[in-house]
Structure formats: structure tokens, C-alpha cells
């Protein structure tokens, strides 16, 4: 507590924490300051030699000042770790003592708050015409996979946007269900006319999900099925629109455009028990088994034909138990993949992980009634091809697998073998002494043997560490020499050979061995070759042009990740205008491949896979391609009705309040610095500046205060100066020496140990190109700073640069400006502080703590770095340790949730609650770094591989069960992160010295550089 807080007395620390009931974290904050602000934006830096016309250089005599330095060397940007600042006020903590009462009781995330939907304006407003995200009000990315997935249909969006009911047909609607359907219908208006017009970067579908809680139980089961939702949503969208089919044809279903739209017919032709039946079925969404399928073709084969009748019991010449054939085929065609078998043993459903492969475009010609007559031959030609396979294969197999006991070899390698016995000649006894010798020679070659095989190997096996910093070169070791055998290896080692064998004797069974081999080997070619035309026959028996005149263009594809009873959804699109897919992960769209949807979507590679496809008709895929999308949005916001566009109007109104709010609420919430105790300039020149002078005046002579040890050896230099001409010479020679000397520093290229801006304001200033008034007046503060010596000279000083500064107005300098340099510099030293705190706990093993202050560090960092690469310190180096520290609190939470204990589960439910799935879902937002999107995968990859573990409990297995739909789910209701405990700033060259020794503790190398 006395290293944290600066406070030395112990009565005082004690007195706090017994306050604090023993809560070290609590006690500290008691004793702490109120946060440091926050950042803006800047202007031109100034050198030593262009003060002349300057506001403060008009204040100052001019005298002989130090020849300035001409360097205009571009400066390199500080890659280096910098300390600093004290953190905010911790947020409210929650009550931890049971899991399910946290969940309901757990705090919000504030619109914008810093940790939530990220804070700058620019992250709120939609990109030109770039598809807009959809929020998750907590564990409904289904609803948003689906939605937007339809949406992007054009047809059916017109059908949405354009529905309407006569006035009659409203009135006449008395059923609970009727009601409802409308009432939804115009939500989903209401929703799909923001999703084209409005200005955001996300929508929010609350209105239309509150229409669904009553109809999907959300209270027993927190995520829905997709398939579910995707039934019940086109049951009631085609109720709705059969309200208006009805107004012309009473029960014409046929005329129903959601009918059109998504349902087409089968029929089923059979044989059961001898006698034949058909009927034709309507479906929606085709559901298809995954389990014992490779790809897409393979699982509709086995959906279309199910069972194999005997011939002899056959009375039709269908051979098949059952066949079905699609009649007609809707222009959205849908596929449920069923991914979902119920374990009996563990009486609970699992998910298949097997790999299934789609194509991008599927021929469905081959499943039509009117190619029935065609596909039964080839399906007959097909069987038989399979057969004949078999038959080639397991004759192959007898040659590669030869043998009669448990061990079995390729039949041309045991000829071949035998061969090599039979040439093999007997060793010749060698002489003694040669044989001593020889062992001289291998006994003497082993220690160098030996010596090189301890070196390093080559082999790559550097750490993440090393991707950041590189050891000493002259530590590493020669890894390319070359490993010689110190005697032949034809001299140390006896083959198997015949004892005696006569030539005659040998030439035969050589003759006989290499005939065989030769017939042999001519046989496994020639299967080879037959297996090799048969697959080739096999592959393409459909590729018939006649069985590809019904192309379906892949359009969506829904992902699950997660298991059975947990997990995340999102959707790869094809956006048809653009010619590319698109990933829509809630709020976030992102262009993507179609090597990433394979990746994520294909399955067998990790927990994600499909779990819906969505194709449609080649006519409707080239439909929906009418030129650039913001042309093709536009004149369907122009085709609205009057209702809806001034629905869009209202809220785009809205977000435009909101962003004013928003500003306005900025410009209040900037925390001020605690002035220093002994700092009376706040009575200082009222009258030279606008209001925020007396906030200005507090950051910028804390900053004096801070370099007033710097301040003060300036002064002292000019002692022959103060003595020869006087008071004002001395201040002009002081500030002219000392600006010097600060303008040389922040030319220095920076290394690892030390980051010249933690010395001084003005090398943050100079460095960053501040304007020449901002970084004059900063110095003339510095000469003012009652926090000075109380000598004469000082003093005398002191009291000129105030009486200089009272003459600087508002024309000279900008003082909003000068205020938002000062609390860039502010922010700046905080993030630093909270970096070496992060980075000392690290070394001391303190995960938990380390990573509060690392990931306020990294969020402070990046509204520092929007400005300027060398506004805030270096945030890879920030985000290494975050990700380290997050996966070793993952694997200690892993380990005391299994551990089954109790108390253990709690506390690492807590850990996951509290600290680690809230770190998860800040660090994947926007522009989440390959590193940091592995690591979160590792995370969930855990978890996940406890689902269904038959050491558990099934109390536990329920817990882990509530716990991963937050792990999984990037929802935007997160956690607030608790802020860690406020440090009270320290001097400048203590803040330097204490980097330098972690960096060099952590990496273990007395030299240190950062790549």
C-alpha cells in the first residue's frame, strides 16, 4: 500500500484497510485520487530558433540565448514501453455470492461507455452504403443470423416493405394469433426500412423480439434453435400475408408469395410389405442428416433414397423401399443441417462435429421428377460402379496388406526384402587390431557426438516474447553444423545373410523372386488404374449437361460454434452488387472469403460449423443484381410508404441528438487532476483567459510541479546572468537554455529503458509537433511554478514569468487548445502508469491485478493513438501481456472449475464472470488483431471441451451450460470491468528507472530492444 498510494504512515494504511473490511483493493482506492483526463487534438511544433513574433518570445528580452539546434532529422517514433498516471475511481462492485443472482443482477454497459460500443463517434455511424449490424439484446444472434440472411434477399424484402392491409381486413381481424402476426409484420417493416436507410452502423430489433417472447419460451431456454425460428417466422409471415390473398382469393394458399417465395413439393414413390404408394408432400426448410456424409450431394443421395427392397419380394421393378422427388422447387431453397444426436448414455443432446463440404453452386437436376427415368439408370450404373470398387478394392488390399498373422505387409516390399537377404554376403571377421582401432575411432567420436547434439537444433522454438524482443546476438549458438558418423555404418552393423547359398542356387531364386515381383507390381498398377477410372466415372456420372440446367447460387450460410445446449450464431452472406461475401456478426459486417466461410463453416477443424444453408434459383440471383447497392437502396427508400420513411427520418433525427448529447457529455465528463498541495497559481492571472482556464491551470502546473527539479537546475544556471544584468535577463537565458536542451532531448531516438516524453511535458509536445504558442507558454509555466526553490533568484523569477504570463490574452494563445494538449499529456502519463503497474504485477505472477491495469492501459492507449503514432505508448506491446495475462487467468479458472470443489467453482465462475469474458468481448471488437482472435479461441476451446466429460457432475455440466452462451456469445449488454485502484504519480526519473528494471527483469537481458 505505501508503494501504490505514496502514503508512509502505517497507522494512517491500517486505519483504511480495517475501513475497507479488509479488502486490500478497497482501501487503496480510499486513499487515492479522482481520475486524470482524457484526450484531443493537435496542431505544429516549434524550434528554438523561430521564437521571434511569438506571444511569449514579444514577453521576453532578448539577450544572448544558446545557438539553437538546426537537427531536422524526422524523429523516431517511441516503440517503447512508457509508465504513468493514476487510474479512475473504481466502477460499483457487484455482489458475487451466488452465480444465478449475478446473472440478473449484473450491471450494464452505458450507451458508449468506454468499454461498450466503442466510444468514438465514427464507430455509431454507418459507412456510406456498407450493410448495417444488428444489436444482441442478450443471447439473440439467431434472430440476427436469420434476419438478416432474408433481408438480403431482395424479393423478400420488397414483400416485407411492401405489405399492407386494407382498413376493412384490420378491422375484421379478431384472433389472438391474426393480431399478432400483423403486429409483428409491421415491426419487421419497421425493422428492414432502418436496416436500408438509416445512418447507423447497427440496428436494434427489441420491438420485433418482444413479439417473440412469449412464443419461445426465453425463460427455460436462453438461445434459440435456428431451424425453430426460421419455421415459426415463416408460419407467421405466411398467416400474415394470407390475410391479404384472402381479400381476392378466400384459402388460395397457392397465391400466398411467402409460398411462392420459400415452399415447393416432393414426391415420395415406395414399396411396403409388396404394395406400392406415392403421395406429394409441401416442405419449407429440407432437413438433412450430416452424420456418415462427406459433402452436400452424398446427404441429399441418402435423403432421396431411403431402404433397399429384396428383388424377390419386389412386385414393381423400383428396387428401392422408398424414393422421393422434388416436383417443385421453391426459388429460396433452404437446408437444416442436422448437426444435434441425442446421447443416450449421458441423456443429453451432442453436437457432430464432422466435416460436411458445400458447394457454391448445386445442379439440382439430379433430384427432379422429370429426370426420374435418367437418374435411376445412373443410380443403378452408380451401384454398380460402388460394387465393382468394393471388389477392386479388397483385392488391392490382399496385395498390400499380405500375410496371416497380426502383422501384414505389402506383398511387392516382402519380395523385394528377400531379395536383399538373398544377395546379402556374410560378414568377414576384421583383425583385432583393426577392431580396437575401430572402437578408438566410435569411443573417441561419441563426446563430439554428444557436445553437438546438445546444441541448439535450428528448429523453430521462439516465444510470443520473441516476436517482440530479440535476445542478445552474441548469445546465440551455430546451429548449422553438419553431424558426421565416425566410421561407416557399413563397418559397425551385420545384416541378416543365407549362411551358405550356391550360384546356382541364387541366380534361380533371384530369377523367380524378380519375375514374381515384377507380375505382382504389374497387378497392383492395373487395380490401381481400374479404381482410379471407376472414382473418375463416379465423380463425374452427373456431370452431364442435360442434369445442369437447374443451378442454385449459394446465398447464406448460418454458423453455429458452441455445442448442443450453447453457443454463438452468425452469417456469411453473398452480396450480390459487390460480388463478395460478407460476415455478419451481430453488430459487426465484415468482408470476408470463401476461404474463411470453408474454414468456419465446413466443420471438423473446430466447434464451429453450418447449421442452415440458404440457396437460391439462378433467375433470383440474377434478379437481385440491379447495380451498386446504394443505388438499389435508394430507390427503395424512395418507394416506401410516407409512414415509413418518416420513421427513418425520425431516427436518423435521433442518433443526431444522441451524438450531440454524447458530445456534450464528453466535454463535461473531463476529470480533473488534483491540484498539487502547495499549488497557488489557480489565483493566478483570472482574467487571462476564458472559463477552462482554471481546469487548465491545474494539469498544466501539475506538470510544472512534476519537472520542477529540471526547472529549478535551469534557474540555478544562471547565476552570473541574474547577478550581471538583472532578473529578466536571467528568465530569457533560462528559458532559451532550457528549450534548447528539451528540443535535443525530443530528437533523441528512444530506446527500450528509457522514453525521454515521461521526462517532460514539452518533449511530448515537441515530438508531437504541438504549436510553438503551446509549447512557449508550457515553459513560461514551468519559470511561474510556485513549487520552486525560495531563494531571491527564484523567487524573483517566479514572479516575472507570472507578470509575463498575465499579459498573454486569448489572441496569442488558443486556450482550449492549450487545454487539450495538457490533457493528451495527462492521459499519456496514465496510460504509462497503468503499463508498469500492469507489467510489475505481471512479473510478480499477479494476473488478476496486472490485467485490470493492462486493459485499461490498452483502452486509454487507443484514443491517444488515434491522434498520433507517438501520442500513446506501443499498443502491441500492451496487448502481448493483456493476452498473456488472459489466458493464464483462463487456465486457472479451468482448473478450479473442474477441480469440483465447491469453493473452487465459485471462484473460478467469478474469475470467468468477472474478469475474463468481459476482457473476451472488449478485445474482440472491430479490428481484433489474428493473435488476439486465436487466444479468445484457445479460451472457448477449453470450455468447451468440458461439455459432456463423464467425470462431471451433472450439477456442474448445468453450471458450464449457463456459463458458455456469454462465453460464446458477443453480446453488447457485457460486464462493466471493475477500474483498478488509482496510483499517485511518481517523479519522472523514478517512473524511468522502475521501466527499465521490469523490462530487463521480465526479458531476462541486460540488453533489450523492441521490434
Not at 498520433?868 to 493464464?888: D, M, Q
Request: charged letters at 25%.
Amino acid at each position: 500500500m505505501k508503494e501504490i498510494t505514496g502514503i508512509q504512515d502505517s497507522a494512517f494504511l491500517l486505519a483504511a484497510l480495517k475501513a475497507a473490511d479488509g479488502d486490500l483493493m478497497e482501501a487503496v482506492t480510499f486513499l487515492t485520487e479522482d481520475p486524470a483526463p482524457e484526450p484531443v487534438q493537435n496542431p505544429a511544433a516549434a524550434e528554438p530558433s523561430t521564437w521571434e513574433g511569438s506571444a511569449v518570445g514579444k514577453q521576453l528580452t532578448q539577450g544572448d540565448a544558446a545557438p539553437a539546434p538546426h537537427n531536422q532529422d524526422n524523429l523516431c517514433p517511441a516503440s517503447t514501453v512508457r509508465p504513468l498516471e493514476s487510474p479512475k475511481a473504481p466502477a460499483a462492485e457487484r455482489d458475487a455470492d451466488t452465480h444465478s443472482a449475478e446473472n440478473k443482477n449484473r450491471s450494464k454497459r452505458k450507451r458508449c461507455e468506454v468499454w461498450g460500443e466503442n466510444p468514438k463517434q465514427n464507430d455509431w455511424r454507418r459507412a456510406g452504403d456498407w450493410p448495417v449490424g444488428m444489436k444482441n439484446i442478450g443471447n439473440t444472434c439467431w434472430f440476427s443470423a436469420v434476419i438478416q440472411s432474408l433481408f438480403q434477399l431482395p424479393a423478400f424484402r420488397r414483400l416485407v416493405l411492401g405489405y399492407s392491409l386494407p382498413q376493412n381486413v384490420l378491422e375484421s381481424c379478431h384472433s389472438h394469433a391474426g393480431k399478432r402476426n400483423i403486429a409483428f409484420m409491421q415491426e419487421l417493416q419497421c425493422l428492414f426500412a432502418l436496416m436500408l436507410g438509416t445512418w447507423r452502423k447497427f440496428v436494434d430489433p427489441s420491438a420485433a423480439l418482444e413479439l417473440l417472447r412469449d412464443v419461445f419460451r426465453s425463460a427455460e431456454q436462453p438461445q434459440q434453435d435456428v431451424s425453430e425460428f426460421t419455421h415459426k417466422l415463416l408460419d407467421w409471415l405466411e398467416d400474415a400475408f394470407q390475410l391479404t390473398v384472402n381479400v381476392t382469393s378466400p384459402g388460395d394458399k397457392s397465391e400466398n408469395p411467402m409460398v411462392r417465395l420459400f415452399y415447393g413439393t416432393f414426391l415420395t414413390e415406395g414399396v411396403h410389405e409388396g404394395n406400392t404408394f406415392s403421395k406429394i408432400e409441401t416442405f419449407g426448410q429440407y432437413p438433412l442428416q450430416v452424420n456418415g456424409y462427406r459433402n452436400l450431394n452424398e446427404c441429399l443421395e441418402g435423403a432421396m433414397v431411403e431402404g433397399e427392397m429384396d428383388e424377390a419380394t419386389a412386385s414393381q421393378s423400383v428396387k428401392y423401399g422408398q424414393e422421393r422427388w422434388f416436383t417443385k422447387l421453391p426459388p429460396v431453397l433452404t437446408f437444416e443441417l442436422s448437426r444435434f444426436e441425442f446421447n443416450q448414455s449421458l441423456g443429453q443432446p451432442e453436437k457432430i462435429h464432422t466435416k460436411l463440404e458445400f458447394p457454391q453452386t448445386m445442379y439440382m437436376d439430379r433430384y427432379l421428377y422429370c429426370n426420374k427415368d435418367l437418374i435411376q439408370m445412373k443410380r443403378e450404373e452408380m451401384k454398380r460402379l460402388k460394387e465393382k470398387m468394393v471388389t477392386l478394392q479388397q483385392k488391392l488390399e490382399k496385395y498390400m496388406e499380405y500375410g496371416s498373422g497380426p502383422a501384414r505387409f505389402p506383398l511387392p516390399d516382402m519380395l523385394q526384402y528377400v531379395l536383399e537377404f538373398i544377395a546379402t554376403k556374410p560378414v568377414v571377421a576384421v583383425s583385432s587390431a583393426q577392431s580396437s582401432q575401430t572402437t578408438l575411432l566410435h569411443s573417441q567420436a561419441k563426446p563430439h557426438v554428444l557436445d553437438m547434439l546438445s546444441q541448439p537444433n535450428g528448429t523453430n522454438t521462439r516465444t510470443e516474447d520473441e516476436a517482440f524482443f530479440v535476445a542478445n546476438p552474441s548469445l546465440k549458438q551455430n546451429s548449422s553444423m553438419e553431424l558426421q558418423p565416425a566410421v561407416p555404418p557399413a563397418e559397425l552393423s551385420e545384416r541378416p545373410a543365407p549362411h551358405v547359398v550356391s550360384e546356382d542356387e541364387l541366380n534361380l531364386v533371384q530369377t523367380c523372386l524378380q519375375r514374381w515381383r515384377s507380375e505382382i507390381e504389374q497387378d497392383v498398377q492395373d487395380l490401381k488404374e481400374s479404381i482410379a477410372r471407376i472414382n473418375l466415372s463416379i465423380k463425374q456420372m452427373y456431370c452431364d449437361p442435360l442434369l445442369q440446367q437447374v443451378p442454385y447460387r449459394l446465398h447464406a450460410v448460418l454458423v453455429h460454434e458452441g455445442q448442443a445446449n450453447a453457443g454463438h450464431y452468425w452469417a456469411f452472406i453473398y452480396d450480390q452488387p459487390r460480388k463478395r461475401w460478407l460476415k455478419y456478426n451481430d453488430i459487426l459486417v465484415t468482408e470476408s472469403s470463401w476461404e474463411e466461410l470453408e474454414r468456419e463453416s465446413f466443420g471438423g477443424l473446430r466447434n464451429a460449423s453450418a447449421y442452415c444453408l440458404m440457396y437460391i434459383s439462378d433467375h433470383l440471383s440474377h434478379a437481385g443484381d440491379e447495380g451498386p447497392e446504394a443505388r438499389q437502396f435508394q430507390k427503395e427508400v424512395e418507394a416506401l410508404s410516407p409512414e415509413l420513411k418518416h420513421y427513418i427520418q425520425e431516427d436518423n433525427w435521433r442518433l443526431e441528438q444522441e451524438a450531440e448529447e454524447w458530445d456534450e457529455e464528453q466535454s463535461c465528463k473531463i476529470p480533473q487532476m488534483e491540484p498539487s498541495p502547495t499549488s497557488e497559481l489557480q489565483d493566478l492571472s483570472s482574467e487571462s483567459g476564458p472559463v477552462c482556464e482554471q481546469s487548465v491551470r491545474s494539469l498544466s502546473s501539475e506538470h510544472a510541479r512534476i519537472a520542477k527539479e529540471q526547472t529549478a537546475k535551469a534557474i540555478a544556471n544562471t547565476a552570473d546572468a541574474y547577478e550581471k544584468n538583472g532578473v529578466e535577463a536571467a528568465l530569457c537565458e533560462a528559458f532559451h537554455e532550457e528549450y534548447s536542451r528539451l528540443y535535443l532531448l525530443s530528437k533523441e531516438t528512444p530506446t527500450p529503458q528509457n522514453d525521454a516524453r515521461l521526462q517532460h511535458v514539452l518533449i511530448y509536445f515537441l515530438q508531437n509537433n504541438a504549436p510553438q504558442q503551446v509549447v512557449e507558454r508550457t515553459l513560461l509555466e514551468q519559470f511561474a511554478d510556485k513549487n520552486l526553490s525560495y531563494d531571491e533568484r527564484s523567487i524573483s523569477i517566479m514572479k516575472v514569468a507570472r507578470a509575463k504570463l498575465s499579459e498573454i490574452g486569448p489572441d496569442d494563445v488558443d486556450m482550449e487548445e492549450y487545454k487539450r494538449w495538457h490533457e493528451d499529456y495527462s492521459l499519456f502519463r496514465k496510460v504509462s502508469i497503468y503499463l508498469l503497474t500492469g507489467l510489475e504485477l505481471y512479473q510478480n505472477r499477479k494476473y488478476q491485478e496486472s490485467l485490470t491495469y493492462l486493459v485499461y492501459a490498452y483502452q486509454s492507449n487507443t484514443k491517444l493513438l488515434l491522434k498520433g503514432t507517438n501520442r500513446g505508448v506501443s499498443e502491441s506491446l500492451i496487448a502481448l501481456y493483456r493476452r498473456k495475462c488472459l489466458l493464464k487467468l483462463n487456465e486457472v479458472a479451468a482448473s478450479l472449475f473442474v477441480s469440483c470443489e465447491e469453493a473452487h467453482v465459485s471462484e473460478g465462475v467469478s474469475l470467468l464472470n468477472e474478469l475474463i469474458i468481459p476482457c473476451m468481448h472488449l478485445m474482440n471488437n472491430f479490428e481484433i488483431s489474428k493473435e488476439d482472435l486465436d487466444a479468445i479461441e484457445v479460451m472457448r476451446n477449453r470450455w468447451c471441451s468440458y461439455l459432456g466429460r463423464e467425470d462431471m457432475d451433472a450439477k456442474l455440466q448445468m453450471k458450464l451450460s449457463e456459463l458458455l452462451p456469454r462465453l460464446l456469445d458477443g453480446s453488447t449488454e457485457v460486464i462493466v470491468l471493475k477500474e483498478p485502484p488509482k496510483i499517485r504519480p511518481n517523479s519522472p526519473y523514478d517512473l524511468c528507472s522502475r521501466f527499465a528494471a521490469v523490462m530487463e527483469s521480465i526479458h531476462g537481458a541486460s540488453t533489450v530492444t523492441v521490434k
